[in-house]
Nanobody, 125 residues
Framework: QAQLVESGGGLVQPGGSLRLSCTASGSILSISAMGWYRQAPGKQGEMVAEISTTGGGTNYAAFVKGRFTISGDNAKNTVYLQMSSLKPEDTAVYYC??????????????????WGQGTQVTVSS
């Protein structure tokens, strides 16, 4: 089993910056990729950014390119999302996820995907 805990959300003015963090904990052997997904009220959820833990390759949604930067610390099983030039339309609950997490259990190893509980980001003046 693994758990993801996010932090760093809050209220920020348009044009401001925030940094989100997400740490995976548990009996983790490996993680394939980690990323961020967001859900705004009344809108469909959307992928924001993802980073591979093997090689560090990144993928961004078109609407955040040039404004958001995803990075990771494999030793800490942690992913960060640096958000700059925030807009009101960035307001959403941001969820961290971890793909293909292999953990140790009493019956051997298990590979599964995990999600965090979400952190609210509000961009408003």
């Amino acid at each position: 089993q693994a758990q993801l805990v996010e932090s760093g959300g809050g209220l920020v003015q348009p044009g401001g910056s925030l940094r989100l963090s997400c740490t995976a904990s548990g009996s983790i052997l490996s993680i394939s990729a980690m990323g961020w997904y967001r859900q705004a009220p009344g809108k469909q959820g959307e992928m924001v950014a993802e980073i591979s833990t093997t090689g560090g390759g990144t993928n961004y949604a078109a609407f955040v390119k040039g404004r958001f930067t995803i990075s990771g610390d494999n030793a800490k099983n942690t992913v960060y999302l640096q958000m700059s030039s925030l807009k009101p339309e960035d307001t959403a609950v941001y969820y961290c996820y971890a793909d293909r997490v292999t953990t140790v259990s009493t019956i051997g190893t298990i590979t599964s995907d995990y999600w965090g509980q979400g952190t609210q980001v509000t961009v408003s003046s």
